[in-house]
DNA sequence: ACACTAATTATAACTATTATTAATTAATAA
DNA sequence: TTATTAATTAATAATAGTTATAATTAGTGT
């Protein structure tokens, strides 16, 4: 199923008029491979094996270039750097104050907020963002035995 | 009433030990009488006339400082640099993604999410955090007289 | 095969933020 | 009020993420 998603990728591509190159294919390999939300530089260093000579900024054009596109979207937190996560269906982030872990999950809608925050302020709302923070199992557990 | 802010804050240094200087003070009376939600960068350039030799470290240090005391929120959002928000009741932030106007607005609760991304993911739950994207009147106004 | 355009690489530049350090100042108690 | 002390400030340097630039390379269409 990831073989489709990449697939439909590439697909994007070509219909977006996007070269398809060696780095372009491997990042967008490694997006959706991924469990994770890597960084600009994490996807760097993953693919140093692979492309000893690729370029960071190569990484952050093509980054841009697959956010334009809609195939990935850029998460901002707290911390200094931006993570990068390919664009599925929708889902929000639960994300660990403890380890930094961010894992997925699915809610049906929050369509009646969007409305709701349209008629309030007057916007033609767009998208919306959503993240809940809190602490993971595994970071849990290491504080109950720290006690 | 936002005298009273101002006062309930400078409450709040003072039980949690923290020293009331007059940077302090400006920047927490900066922050709640502006309706923005303003970058430490336009606290700096808002406050030179008060304080001519003021450091831009200090503006850092000082949201740093509320924010670990709980009464500043740091919003990260795309752009470079991180904005500050004073914490009242809550509230939610509705984005224009043209002219990046940030409107305060309301909603009950998102209890239920949160109930529910916990089971789903096994998370103690902490808090969450949303923000609703799209255009704002004065944006689609002049959208709408260029076509 | 050739010309043309886009993409990559390497590097420099930029910007937001943090660390460092010496000098200053606010809170406290004598 | 004054002296004391630890916190805070200001100035500056350092760091890190990201973007811009220019030269080179690779694709694409004719």
Redesign the pocket.
Same mark, same amino acid.
């Given at each position: 199923m990831s073989e489709t998603h990449l697939q439909d990728a590439l697909d994007t591509l070509k219909t977006t008029g996007? !070269?398809?190159?060696?780095?372009?294919h491997a990042i967008l390999e490694y997006l959706i491979q991924t469990m994770a939300h890597p960084?600009?530089?994490e996807i760097y260093k993953a693919l140093e094996g692979k492309?000893p000579?690729?370029?960071?900024?190569?990484v952050?054009?093509?980054l !841009?270039?697959f956010r334009e596109v809609g195939l990935v979207k850029e998460l901002t937190f707290g911390d200094?750097?931006?993570r990068f996560d390919f664009v599925t269906n929708d889902h929000y982030h639960m994300i660990c104050e403890c380890c930094g872990k961010i894992v997925d999950f699915h809610y049906p809608g929050l369509d009646e907020i969007e409305h709701f925050a349209s008629q309030v302020t007057g916007f033609d709302v767009h998208s919306h963002r959503l993240e809940i923070y809190g602490t993971c199992p595994s970071c849990k557990d290491v504080s109950a035995k720290v006690q």
């Amino acid at each position: 199923m990831s073989e489709t998603h990449l697939q439909d990728a590439l697909d994007t591509l070509k219909t977006t008029g996007v !070269r398809i190159t060696p780095q372009r294919h491997a990042i967008l390999e490694y997006l959706i491979q991924t469990m994770a939300h890597p960084t600009a530089d994490e996807i760097y260093k993953a693919l140093e094996g692979k492309f000893p000579n690729m370029s960071v900024a190569t990484v952050y054009n093509n980054l !841009r270039v697959f956010r334009e596109v809609g195939l990935v979207k850029e998460l901002t937190f707290g911390d200094a750097s931006s993570r990068f996560d390919f664009v599925t269906n929708d889902h929000y982030h639960m994300i660990c104050e403890c380890c930094g872990k961010i894992v997925d999950f699915h809610y049906p809608g929050l369509d009646e907020i969007e409305h709701f925050a349209s008629q309030v302020t007057g916007f033609d709302v767009h998208s919306h963002r959503l993240e809940i923070y809190g602490t993971c199992p595994s970071c849990k557990d290491v504080s109950a035995k720290v006690q």
